[in-house]
């Protein structure tokens, strides 16, 4: 998701044309499934792309609950525009927000409900070290781990109980490993 101002500025400050690079943009090449559904949040101000941290608002239903969230509307509260749909996509746009992000709706200062997609989700657990591997590790919106003993690589796909790596390691498959690493290594 890149935020931004409405109108890209000349070194003078002057408005040139709209800002293009503002919206959201979803993984639609990649299965929901495989996908984390917390966005990266960045913003395009002054021909720079910058990387955003999130701040905690206030949950529009419960004002005690906190939520980190990022907003999917402009600051005159339109919807932000998801980039490279389909013609046959932008009818279900909604319905694609849902399946690759967290929706939730956050209250604004003047008391209007708006679509909000969560940055982090409620049952992760918020510590100092708060780094990539720990937001996908830590966070059941991400693909299951490995069965395993001490594996902590997702799901390789939906119809298996282990990882690539371990799948690799079974029997029937690890005389296929084996030729191909001697056929790599000359032996």
């Known amino acids: ?35 984390l559904r917390m966005p990266i949040v960045l913003a395009f101000l002054m021909d720079h792309i910058l990387p955003l941290a999130c701040c905690n608002l206030a949950s529009g239903r419960n004002k005690s609950s906190k939520a980190w969230a990022v907003p999917l509307v402009t600051s005159s509260l339109e919807p932000l525009r998801i980039h490279f749909l389909l013609p046959h996509e932008e009818n279900i746009a909604y319905t694609l927000q849902q399946l690759y992000l967290h929706l939730t709706e956050l209250q604004d200062e003047g008391g209007n409900l708006v679509l909000a997609a969560r940055i982090l989700s409620d049952n992760f657990t918020r510590s100092s070290s708060m780094t990539v591997r720990n937001l996908i590790f830590e966070s059941d919106d991400f693909l299951p781990r490995c069965s395993t003993e001490n594996c902590e690589f997702p799901l390789f796909g939906r119809i298996s109980a282990v990882c690539l790596a371990c799948l690799l390691n079974c029997p029937p498959y690890q005389s296929l490993v084996d030729d191909s690493l001697k056929s790599l290594l000359g032996n």
């Open 1 to 35: 998701m890149i935020v931004g101002e409405p109108y890209l500025r000349s070194v003078t400050g002057d408005c040139i044309e709209p800002n293009d690079f503002v919206g959201i943009y979803l993984p639609l090449l990649w299965h929901p499934y495989s996908c």
